[in-house]
């Protein structure tokens, strides 16, 4: 028992993050009940229906919001009950973590630059770094792919579709 | 019904259309055979193609997708124990026996032949219960229509994998995502935080392809770079004798019309289709010992259940307008990219579109049976395609056709934002086919919502005074109750033997 308690929580290797499903549920739920507090105080804040008969703009959302952080309490209970159950806890693992985090910068990142470089450029530079993250090393590999990708992007939405691509 | 069936199959006289089926088929082979990409993420990639082309031409290529891709799984299930998709995984455990006899030819054949019979038994279901249910549907009030939404999201919630608890948080999220923007009613903004690009709310495409796409990147990442797999030499295709053939008429008819049932309900899908079908084959065989260690019957099984469970789907997406499954949600984002909302009006106003459905099936099969045997050799080697290569032209794909889609930065930045969010989510194994489903039918549930409280004078009664809406609300708090009690059940057993 003992030893599973001590399971419970984080364990951060060179090549993997792992933590308990349970405590991870408990982040989410917390996380969540900020975001849906906030959606509900915004609905209830909504303009008052015109007529006695409708609910007006707020109601459904409202409505919606109330169940939800039932759910999301509900989740979050029954996460403090596997918690404390001998069931031994579900892990969840971020393998590579590191790569995992650059690959998330490296996504926002094309989407500032997207427009700024250009979509073909923007494809090219990205493509090629995303197979970096990914681990392919070979350059053959690091430059036929992403070349492959922009000319076919080109052909397809620029000369078939005919899309106006930045 | 047979005049309708006539102009669905006159769309074939277009060029264009079969361009669109045998691309739509040979990129569904593809998307299958890749171990880990879906026809969920197969239909989501292929919508930004879709821009701009004609309805029937882009719904014929994403039906093929769909019905190619749930059998493409099957290819790298049997050959090298890799099930491309989920609904796969029940013909591996005879396929790959199979392979490992020397008799990769004979179970190719039979599942590329089941496959096709499967979907062509479904299909006529899918005629004969489609148009009728429509028809039905069409009496429907707004108290009925916000039930049978909840119904559908109920069942996609209760029955998704994990816990029923999360499903109906991600339903929660996929409303509350569904009321951003202005109010449809009062024309109120809400939950824009004072930005424009908000006002038409949130835009599906981008948010599909970053939940579904560009998330699944993130999960090649962290596999790293794949390793080569070895295949057995295929030979024997078509070499099977016709009455081996013709002796697996009963599993393929009993499990196609089994995948066709489990497939119209909402949530539960190819996968379960071919499961309980596998299971129903092994019972009645009278050979169940083969079963597990190279049966025919099995893959057959398999095969023709998961994809009949394809024609099954599209039954409540197109009589009802509710999805049966992930990928017949994001289907509706493209019907509605081209202006067409499924549903009993589609029938009455756009015949053109259910029929060609209809017909794009029935055509489709020679076509998939086709390029599945003479393709062969090729699947099998799909899954050799590095993941780096695979993960940057997803990523790659993503980009452009979000831009594509409103030729805006604005849909890029939400595809980015769900990308990683959909990630999360799949981590904390909060399900993301409620929250698309959810962000389909979010609209449609509110406006019908507040119409039935309207035409009650605001008086709440008419959601348990009208027995059809009793029924449906009964049936949605099952779906949700029921899956979630056996869950506690069996967690109860679990803590017994610990």
């Given at each position: 028992?003992?030893?599973?308690?001590?399971?419970?929580?984080?364990?951060?290797?060179?090549?993997?993050?792992?933590?308990?499903?349970?405590?991870?549920?408990?982040?989410?739920?917390?996380?969540?009940?900020?975001?849906?507090?906030?959606?509900?105080?915004?609905?209830?804040?909504?303009?008052?229906?015109?007529?006695?008969?409708?609910?007006?703009?707020?109601?459904?959302?409202?409505?919606?919001?109330?169940?939800?952080?039932?759910?999301?309490?509900?989740?979050?209970?029954?996460?403090?009950?596997?918690?404390?159950?001998?069931?031994?806890?579900?892990?969840?693992?971020?393998?590579?973590?590191?790569?995992?985090?650059?690959?998330?910068?490296?996504?926002?990142?094309?989407?500032?630059?997207?427009?700024?470089?250009?979509?073909?450029?923007?494809?090219?530079?990205?493509?090629?770094?995303?197979?970096?993250?990914?681990?392919?090393?070979?350059?053959?590999?690091?430059?036929?792919?992403?070349?492959?990708?922009?000319?076919?992007?080109?052909?397809?939405?620029?000369?078939?579709?005919?899309?106006?691509?930045? | 019904?047979?005049?309708?069936?006539?102009?669905g199959f006159s769309a074939f006289g277009d060029p264009m259309v079969?361009?669109?089926?045998?691309?739509?088929?040979?990129?569904?082979?593809?998307?299958?055979?890749?171990?880990?990409?879906?026809?969920?993420?197969?239909?989501?990639?292929?919508?930004?193609?879709?821009?701009?082309?004609?309805?029937?031409?882009?719904?014929?290529?994403?039906?093929?997708?769909?019905?190619?891709?749930?059998?493409?799984?099957?290819?790298?299930?049997?050959?090298?124990?890799?099930?491309?998709?989920?609904?796969?995984?029940?013909?591996?455990?005879?396929?790959?026996?199979?392979?490992?006899?020397?008799?990769?030819?004979?179970?190719?054949?039979?599942?590329?032949?089941?496959?096709?019979?499967?979907?062509?038994?479904?299909?006529?279901?899918?005629?004969?219960?489609?148009?009728?249910?429509?028809?039905?549907?069409?009496?429907?009030?707004?108290?009925?229509?916000?039930?049978?939404?909840?119904?559908?999201?109920?069942?996609?919630?209760?029955?998704?994998?994990?816990?029923?608890?999360?499903?109906?948080?991600?339903?929660?999220?996929?409303?509350?995502?569904?009321?951003?923007?202005?109010?449809?009613?009062?024309?109120?903004?809400?939950?824009?935080?004072?930005?424009?690009?908000?006002?038409?709310?949130?835009?599906?495409?981008?948010?599909?392809?970053?939940?579904?796409?560009?998330?699944?990147?993130?999960?090649?990442?962290?596999?790293?770079?794949?390793?080569?797999?070895?295949?057995?030499?295929?030979?024997?295709?078509?070499?099977l004798p016709v009455k081996t053939i013709f002796g697996l008429k009963?599993?393929?008819?009993?499990?196609?019309?089994?995948?066709?049932?489990?497939?119209?309900?909402?949530?539960?899908?190819?996968?379960?289709?071919?499961?309980?079908?596998?299971?129903?084959?092994?019972?009645?065989?009278?050979?169940?010992?083969?079963?597990?260690?190279?049966?025919?019957?099995?893959?057959?099984?398999?095969?023709?259940?998961?994809?009949?469970?394809?024609?099954?789907?599209?039954?409540?997406?197109?009589?009802?307008?509710?999805?049966?499954?992930?990928?017949?949600?994001?289907?509706?984002?493209?019907?509605?990219?081209?202006?067409?909302?499924?549903?009993?009006?589609?029938?009455?106003?756009?015949?053109?579109?259910?029929?060609?459905?209809?017909?794009?099936?029935?055509?489709?099969?020679?076509?998939?049976?086709?390029?599945?045997?003479?393709?062969?050799?090729?699947?099998?080697?799909?899954?050799?395609?590095?993941?780096?290569?695979?993960?940057?032209?997803?990523?790659?794909?993503?980009?452009?056709?979000?831009?594509?889609?409103?030729?805006?930065?604005?849909?890029?930045?939400?595809?980015?934002?769900?990308?990683?969010?959909?990630?999360?989510?799949?981590?904390?194994?909060?399900?993301?086919?409620?929250?698309?489903?959810?962000?389909?039918?979010?609209?449609?549930?509110?406006?019908?919502?507040?119409?039935?409280?309207?035409?009650?004078?605001?008086?709440?009664?008419?959601?348990?005074?009208?027995?059809?809406?009793?029924?449906?609300?009964?049936?949605?708090?099952?779906?949700?109750?029921?899956?979630?009690?056996?869950?506690?059940?069996?967690?109860?057993?679990?803590?017994?033997?610990?």
């Open positions: 028992m003992e030893d599973y308690k001590n399971a419970l929580g984080w364990r951060l290797r060179w090549d993997a993050l792992r933590g308990s499903l349970p405590v991870l549920d408990l982040l989410g739920c917390a996380a969540l009940l900020v975001v849906f507090w906030q959606y509900f105080s915004q609905a209830s804040a909504l303009p008052q229906p015109l007529n006695k008969i409708d609910i007006g703009a707020g109601g459904f959302p409202t409505l919606l919001a109330i169940a939800t952080l039932i759910a999301i309490v509900a989740v979050a209970v029954a996460a403090v009950i596997r918690m404390l159950d001998p069931v031994p806890v579900t892990w969840v693992s971020i393998r590579r973590p590191f790569y995992v985090l650059a690959t998330v910068g490296l996504l926002f990142l094309q989407s500032i630059y997207f427009e700024k470089l250009g979509a073909l450029p923007s494809v090219l530079i990205f493509a090629l770094l995303t197979m970096l993250a990914c681990g392919e090393r070979r350059p053959l590999h690091l430059i036929g792919v992403p070349l492959a990708l922009a000319a076919f992007i080109y052909v397809v939405f620029n000369l078939a579709l005919d899309v106006n691509l930045p | 019904m047979f005049e309708s069936l006539a102009i079969w361009f669109a089926l045998v691309f739509g088929a040979l990129v569904g082979y593809l998307i299958g055979a890749i171990p880990g990409l879906g026809p969920s993420l197969g239909v989501a990639l292929l919508i930004p193609f879709t821009y701009g082309m004609d309805p029937v031409v882009s719904i014929v290529g994403l039906v093929a997708l769909y019905a190619a891709a749930e059998y493409g799984g099957a290819i790298t299930a049997i050959l090298i124990n890799s099930p491309g998709t989920a609904a796969a995984v029940a013909t591996s455990w005879d396929g790959y026996p199979l392979t490992q006899q020397g008799r990769t030819g004979e179970a190719l054949t039979v599942s590329i032949l089941s496959s096709g019979a499967g979907i062509f038994i479904s299909t006529l279901f899918l005629i004969i219960t489609a148009v009728p249910l429509s028809e039905f549907a069409l009496r429907f009030g707004p108290g009925e229509y916000f039930a049978l939404a909840l119904v559908g999201l109920s069942l996609v919630a209760g029955l998704s994998e994990g816990s029923p608890l999360k499903g109906t948080v991600a339903m929660g999220i996929g409303l509350a995502l569904a009321t951003i923007g202005l109010d449809v009613q009062t024309g109120v903004p809400r939950f824009t935080m004072g930005n424009p690009e908000f006002f038409e709310g949130l835009p599906l495409v981008p948010v599909l392809l970053g939940l579904y796409a560009l998330s699944e990147v993130l999960f090649m990442i962290e596999d790293g770079p794949s390793e080569k797999v070895k295949s057995a030499p295929i030979g024997g295709l078509l070499a009963t599993p393929i008819i009993r499990s196609s019309v089994l995948g066709y049932v489990i497939g119209v309900i909402p949530g539960a899908g190819a996968s379960i289709a071919s499961f309980v079908s596998y299971a129903v084959s092994k019972r009645l065989s009278k050979t169940p010992e083969k079963f597990g260690k190279g049966s025919l019957e099995g893959v057959a099984s398999s095969e023709a259940a998961n994809n009949s469970a394809v024609a099954g789907a599209m039954a409540p997406l197109l009589a009802l307008g509710i999805p049966g499954s992930p990928t017949t949600a994001i289907m509706i984002g493209a019907l509605m990219v081209q202006g067409i909302q499924p549903g009993p009006l589609l029938f009455a106003k756009s015949p053109e579109i259910p029929y060609t459905i209809f017909a794009s099936l029935w055509v489709g099969v020679p076509v998939m049976v086709l390029i599945g045997l003479a393709g062969a050799r090729i699947w099998a080697k799909v899954a050799n395609i590095p993941r780096p290569a695979i993960a940057a032209i997803v990523a790659g794909i993503c980009y452009v056709g979000a831009y594509a889609s409103h030729t805006t930065m604005f849909p890029v930045h939400i595809m980015t934002a769900f990308g990683v969010l959909g990630y999360i989510l799949r981590k904390l194994e909060i399900p993301l086919a409620p929250i698309i489903l959810a962000l389909v039918l979010g609209e449609m549930m509110e406006t019908n919502f507040r119409r039935a409280l309207i035409s009650n004078k605001g008086e709440w009664s008419i959601f348990y005074t009208s027995p059809m809406t009793v029924i449906l609300i009964a049936i949605a708090v099952l779906a949700f109750v029921l899956p979630a009690l056996s869950q506690l059940r069996a967690r109860r057993a679990k803590a017994k033997t610990v």
